[in-house]
């Protein structure tokens, strides 16, 4: 027999549903006093340019504006997204989107060297930027066959250069024995093929890029855990400051950029306990270092300011 109250028992009762929310991040305005406006899944804030050295991206992808190919359609797509969603290790395009915006304008060539997906190349179609993007394995007709320590460019005659390189081991990106995806920055040789490999990556970035021109790096370091060690015993590797030292030889630090999101992962509880009893830190921001090459700018018909 149902007794009076009840109804407001099993209200009480009843789990909280999910909200969504917009990141508190002073470069996103608040919707209400108090607190952002929660937002569905399928939403996505619109784009703006992030004014402070803490970025947190509310999703992978951006809402672009472009419209739909018939191959898109074809291929089942109802909007157009940057790169795929479904590789491993995808660039968020937001962070493309940022620096692309600051630090060229439409006409210039980009480059990508490390393209996987080619989120990169994506953002270029949309803001109107010449977008190039190389890698060990192409994922796309529009991706070229190459090295990133061996470009098929000229010497300075590229505009900008974005790069997400691996950040150890822990994505096989292919099965090419150059990829090096495949050097660990925790090995026996204290990472010095991974680090050898990525400084030829740096020097051929600064043969291609015109003076007075930018680049950008995102990365994050690294920790593996001991196999068998005891609680907290591990490999830390500082890949941030030591590709950051690499190119500080190379060119000028404009800016270091912390970005984060608050993404599934990060939220499974299980994670976090897993950190505490064994005493490591779970990644939670990658760095994107952003870095100008020395001498004047010039652009593409020698002009120079």
Partial sequence: MAHEG?????????????????????????ERPGG???????????????????????????????ELTAEDIAEGRTRFMQGDKHY????????????????????????DPMCGSGTTLDVCHDLKRKGRGFDLNPQRREIELADARRLPLPD??????????????????SDDPRCIGKLDAGGDDGGRSYYEAMDRVIGEIDRVLRPGR??????????????????????????????????????EPCDIVAVTRHNAKLGKGNWHKAAEEQNFFLRGFNYL????????WRDAEGGER
């Fill in 6 to 30: 009840d109804d407001d028992r099993k209200r009480q009762e009843r789990p909280a549903k999910k909200q969504y929310f917009a990141p508190r991040d002073p470069n996103v305005p608040r």
């Fill in 36 to 66: 952002p406006k929660p937002l569905r899944p399928s939403q996505r804030p619109k784009l703006g340019i992030f004014t402070t050295t803490l970025w947190e991206y509310p999703s992978q992808h951006y809402t672009s504006d472009r």
């Fill in 88 to 111: 491993v290790g995808a660039t968020p395009s937001w962070v493309i989107w940022q620096v692309l915006m600051r630090y060229t304008k439409p006409g210039d060539l980009v480059v």
């Fill in 156 to 173: 300075r005659g590229v505009d900008f250069v974005f790069v997400d390189p691996p950040y150890s081991t822990h994505v096989d990106y």
């Fill in 214 to 251: 930018h680049m950008a790096l995102y990365v994050s370091d690294s920790w593996r855990r001991t196999r068998g060690g005891a609680r907290g015993e591990g490999v830390f590797m500082p890949i941030g400051f030591e590709l950051f030292g690499m190119m500080s030889r190379r060119f």
């Fill in 289 to 296: 270092f952003i870095m100008r090459k020395p001498g004047p």
